[in-house]
Protein backbone atom coordinates (compact mmCIF):
# COMPACT_ATOMS: atom_id res chain seq x y z
CA UNK A 1 0.00 0.00 0.00
CA UNK A 2 2.09 2.50 -1.38
CA UNK A 3 -0.57 4.85 -2.11
CA UNK A 4 -0.76 4.15 -6.08
CA UNK A 5 -3.04 3.31 -8.36
CA UNK A 6 -0.96 1.70 -10.07
CA UNK A 7 -0.77 -1.52 -8.08
CA UNK A 8 -1.57 -4.49 -9.99
CA UNK A 9 -2.97 -7.83 -7.73
CA UNK A 10 -3.61 -10.29 -10.53
CA UNK A 11 -0.82 -13.10 -9.41
CA UNK A 12 -1.65 -12.15 -5.39
CA UNK A 13 -5.33 -13.19 -4.92
CA UNK A 14 -6.61 -16.70 -3.61
CA UNK A 15 -9.65 -15.99 -6.17
CA UNK A 16 -10.68 -17.97 -9.57
CA UNK A 17 -10.86 -14.92 -11.53
CA UNK A 18 -9.87 -11.01 -11.82
CA UNK A 19 -11.63 -7.70 -12.56
CA UNK A 20 -10.60 -6.35 -15.45
CA UNK A 21 -10.75 -2.92 -14.27
CA UNK A 22 -9.18 -2.90 -11.27
CA UNK A 23 -7.06 -6.61 -11.27
CA UNK A 24 -8.61 -7.86 -7.72
CA UNK A 25 -9.90 -10.79 -7.54
CA UNK A 26 -13.36 -11.86 -7.74
CA UNK A 27 -15.39 -15.06 -7.41
CA UNK A 28 -17.34 -15.79 -10.30
CA UNK A 29 -20.63 -16.08 -8.41
CA UNK A 30 -20.20 -12.62 -8.36
CA UNK A 31 -22.16 -9.71 -10.73
CA UNK A 32 -19.81 -7.25 -9.93
CA UNK A 33 -16.60 -6.59 -8.61
CA UNK A 34 -16.81 -5.63 -4.79
CA UNK A 35 -13.30 -3.39 -4.87
CA UNK A 36 -13.48 -1.23 -7.60
CA UNK A 37 -17.46 -0.69 -8.80
CA UNK A 38 -16.40 -1.89 -11.93
CA UNK A 39 -18.40 -3.11 -14.60
CA UNK A 40 -20.39 -5.93 -14.62
CA UNK A 41 -19.89 -9.25 -15.37
CA UNK A 42 -21.41 -11.50 -18.14
CA UNK A 43 -22.38 -14.62 -17.20
CA UNK A 44 -21.93 -15.04 -13.49
CA UNK A 45 -21.81 -19.18 -12.27
CA UNK A 46 -24.74 -20.44 -11.23
CA UNK A 47 -22.95 -22.78 -8.31
CA UNK A 48 -21.41 -20.87 -5.20
CA UNK A 49 -17.71 -21.09 -4.02
CA UNK A 50 -17.25 -23.51 -1.34
CA UNK A 51 -15.44 -22.35 1.76
CA UNK A 52 -15.85 -18.87 1.06
CA UNK A 53 -16.18 -15.97 4.68
CA UNK A 54 -18.89 -13.96 4.35
CA UNK A 55 -18.74 -11.91 7.71
CA UNK A 56 -21.91 -9.48 6.43
CA UNK A 57 -24.91 -8.86 4.28
CA UNK A 58 -26.19 -5.93 2.39
CA UNK A 59 -28.33 -3.99 3.57
CA UNK A 60 -30.15 -3.21 0.23
CA UNK A 61 -29.90 -6.54 -0.85
CA UNK A 62 -29.68 -9.04 1.81
CA UNK A 63 -26.31 -10.24 -0.15
CA UNK A 64 -23.32 -12.06 1.40
CA UNK A 65 -20.55 -10.04 1.58
CA UNK A 66 -16.87 -10.40 3.06
CA UNK A 67 -14.95 -7.97 5.02
CA UNK A 68 -13.81 -4.73 3.21
CA UNK A 69 -15.85 -5.31 0.22
CA UNK A 70 -16.62 -1.60 -1.01
CA UNK A 71 -19.17 -2.66 -3.14
CA UNK A 72 -22.21 -5.30 -2.92
CA UNK A 73 -20.97 -7.72 -5.74
CA UNK A 74 -24.70 -8.89 -6.39
CA UNK A 75 -26.47 -5.37 -6.72
CA UNK A 76 -23.36 -2.76 -6.55
CA UNK A 77 -24.51 -0.64 -3.69
CA UNK A 78 -21.85 0.88 -2.32
CA UNK A 79 -20.93 -0.32 1.42
CA UNK A 80 -21.80 2.45 3.88
CA UNK A 81 -20.65 0.41 7.14
CA UNK A 82 -17.04 1.08 8.01
CA UNK A 83 -15.39 -2.36 8.45
CA UNK A 84 -13.64 -2.53 12.25
CA UNK A 85 -10.37 -4.57 12.40
CA UNK A 86 -9.11 -5.22 16.10
CA UNK A 87 -6.45 -4.44 17.29
CA UNK A 88 -5.81 -1.32 14.73
CA UNK A 89 -5.84 1.38 17.28
CA UNK A 90 -6.74 4.37 14.85
CA UNK A 91 -9.91 5.34 12.36
CA UNK A 92 -8.46 7.02 9.54
CA UNK A 93 -9.95 10.48 9.37
CA UNK A 94 -11.68 10.31 5.57
CA UNK A 95 -13.36 6.83 5.81
CA UNK A 96 -13.61 6.26 9.01
CA UNK A 97 -12.35 2.51 8.62
CA UNK A 98 -9.41 0.78 11.25
CA UNK A 99 -6.22 1.96 10.35
CA UNK A 100 -2.44 1.77 11.79
CA UNK A 101 -0.38 4.62 11.26
CA UNK A 102 3.02 3.05 12.64
CA UNK A 103 2.68 0.51 9.52
CA UNK A 104 0.60 2.41 6.82
CA UNK A 105 1.67 5.42 5.34
CA UNK A 106 -1.68 5.83 3.29
CA UNK A 107 -4.99 4.25 4.25
CA UNK A 108 -5.45 0.74 2.70
CA UNK A 109 -9.16 1.14 1.72
CA UNK A 110 -9.11 4.33 0.69
CA UNK A 111 -5.61 5.85 -0.32
CA UNK A 112 -5.68 8.90 2.26
CA UNK A 113 -2.25 9.81 3.40
CA UNK A 114 -1.86 8.76 6.70
CA UNK A 115 0.80 11.57 7.74
Known amino acids: W ?8 DADTPFSHTCTRCHRGVLPEWRFCPWCFGPGFASPATARTAGVRYHGTCAHCGGKLMRFMRYCPWCRRKIRRSWQVRPFPEVCTNCNWSVDSTFWNY ?3 CEQSLA
Open 107 to 109: CPW
Open 2 to 9: CGSGRNRF
